[in-house]
């Protein structure tokens, strides 16, 4: 779909909720009807925006998996520590390993979601630079087609104008030619032989 399809659907968004009833400070609308046109906005977007999205929920994705993943390590190392909890040396040993594993997985959890945002930033930076440029695109579209109406105006305007003068023109020559002398009476042109010219 075109990108200049995404304001007509929203053009047609506006028009149906123009189209709803107020009632108090509420507008009833065809629920239905605004579903359809925001999948429709949502299909007609372009691949790099639709991709973001399906990006941004990837990365919330990981971001819960390596949390869960922290988290089973974290209680599988207390698990294993309470069950030591008789020998006192490898308790020790296995805290210091259960804190050192916690450490790097949290550190490992940040690092990721640290990468999974700065990936979203900059899909989110180029996605709005794209509706940038496309917003100029339909823009200087406009502003092209709005030139060219108007020089289309501009030549109706002449075409009228020597339409005018030429009418005219054709007005003055019938007038003159009704008040010169006949060759066949030898005197002035009658006023029924004027309209014949």
Do not use: H
């Amino acid at each position: 779909m075109p990108q200049n399809g995404v304001y007509d659907l929203l053009k047609l968004l506006d028009l149906a909720l123009d189209d709803g009833y107020n009632i108090l400070k509420y507008t009833v609308v065809n629920k239905k009807e605004i579903e359809t046109l925001i999948d429709r906005v949502y299909a007609a977007l372009p691949v790099e925006v639709q991709e973001a999205r399906l990006f941004l929920k990837r990365k919330e994705e990981l971001q819960k998996e390596a949390e869960q993943q922290a988290q089973k390590i974290v209680q599988d190392a207390k698990a294993e520590a309470e069950r030591m909890l008789s020998e006192s040396d490898r308790i020790k040993a296995i805290e210091r390993e259960g804190n050192r594993i916690k450490n790097e997985v949290v550190a490992e959890c940040e690092n990721i979601k640290r990468t999974a945002l700065q990936e979203a930033e900059n899909i989110r930076l180029q996605a709005t630079e794209e509706a940038m440029k496309i917003r100029e695109g339909a823009d200087l579209y406009a502003k092209q087609v709005l030139n060219s109406l108007e020089g289309n105006l501009v030549q109706l305007q002449e075409v009228a104008k020597n339409g005018q003068i030429y009418m005219e023109q054709l007005k003055t020559d019938a007038n003159r030619y009704a008040q010169q002398p006949s060759d066949n009476s030898g005197g002035w042109v009658t006023n029924r032989d004027s309209k014949r010219l």
